[in-house]
Every structure is written in C-alpha cells, then in structure tokens.
C-alpha cells in the first residue's frame, strides 16, 4: 500500500518561514520523481516544486528564490523549505510521486500553510 505523509504545515506570519515533509512508503521511492503542489481555496491546484530522481529541481516562478525542493533516499522523504512566506503561500499543500516511466502517480492528503498578514 502506498501511502505519503505529510507534515510541518501550520500557521506563520508574513515573513516566516516553515518546512514541510513528506514520508513515503510502498514504493521505490529512488524510482519517482518527486513533488510538492498547493491548492488555494476556490482555485486549481498548482505546482509548487518538483525533484527529478536524479536531483534535478523546478520551481513555479512564484516562489523561485524563497522554496527548496529537497530528497533523501536513505529515508524516503522529501522535503520543501518555505522561507520569506507570503499571505498568498497560503494554501494545502500536497505532495506527489511520479512513476514517469508508466505514469504512475500517487498524492498525500495535504497539509495546510496559512500565511498571515
């Protein structure tokens, strides 16, 4: 059974900063790319940053220069740093598996990031 599991979301002030943690299980995880995606009430849900299996990262041009996607193998978790948060940060936060090579996709049940003004 695959399950991701995320963690570190909460409440911060404009400014903050937060880090956010995903733990999976069930797969290879060095096989998947990796990924955090957000999805603000009333909008589509939007990527955030992805890591290749090789370490490869791409960031959306909104939080370019204040996020980092970052892996470890050894644990299998990914992790996104959320530094210089903004009230539109705010958002659930989701992380992804990606399988590329048979499109395999898998989602976590979100954590919620409220940025406040």
């Known amino acids: 059974q695959v399950q991701l599991v995320e963690s570190g979301g909460g409440l911060v002030q404009t400014g903050g900063s937060l880090r956010l943690s995903c733990a999976a299980s069930?797969?290879?995880?060095?096989?998947?790319?990796m990924g955090w995606y957000r999805q603000a009430p009333g909008k589509q849900r939007e990527l955030v940053a992805t890591i290749t299996r090789g370490g490869s990262t791409n960031y959306a041009d909104s939080v370019k220069g204040r996020f980092t996607i970052s892996r470890d193998n050894a644990k299998n978790t990914v992790s996104l740093q959320m530094n210089s948060l903004k009230p539109e940060d705010t958002a659930v936060y989701y992380c992804n598996a990606l399988y590329e090579l048979a499109s395999t996709n898998y989602w976590g049940q979100g954590t919620q990031v409220t940025v406040s003004s």
């Open positions: 069930g797969i290879v995880f060095s096989s998947y790319a």
